[in-house]
């Protein structure tokens, strides 16, 4: 029987608590209560076992973004070394017998050397609420129209 099967039944039993003898209605109680926490721990089991794999996996993803950033530096690095090799000898491009190396223009960009003298460029950011300064006044008794303190519930596994 599923957990959510076990809780309707326990609520069944509230419900008809009153037309039941204190004796049956303890028995009854305790097998529900019983079945309950079983399933409630083998459920906690494979949360646990779930959130193992998440580390694992979150452990194998940095390693693989530090092994990609590595590589993504070669490349750069190789291409500079290849780029101001063929500069120096004047060489624009190169035609191997599989693949082509060229050098060329790339499109027009802006170089900023003083951002303070560009005032009419400079673009509007949207406002963003500081929640923990919010937080922390809320904490210290502040009142502020517009927001509260409060105080949610979740599972803990241990």
Known sequence: MNLYKLTQNYQNVVEIAEQLDAETLKDTLDSIDEAINV????????????EANVAAIDTEIKRLQAMKSAQTNNVKNLKLYIQESMEKVGLDNVQGKLIKVAIQNNPQSVRVDNEEALKEYMVEQPKKLDKRSLLEDLKQ????????????RSLRIK
């Open 141 to 152: 008794g502040v009142e502020v129209y517009g927001a509260e303190l409060q105080q949610t």
């Open 39 to 50: 399933k409630v721990e083998n459920t906690a089991y494979v949360i646990k076992t779930l």
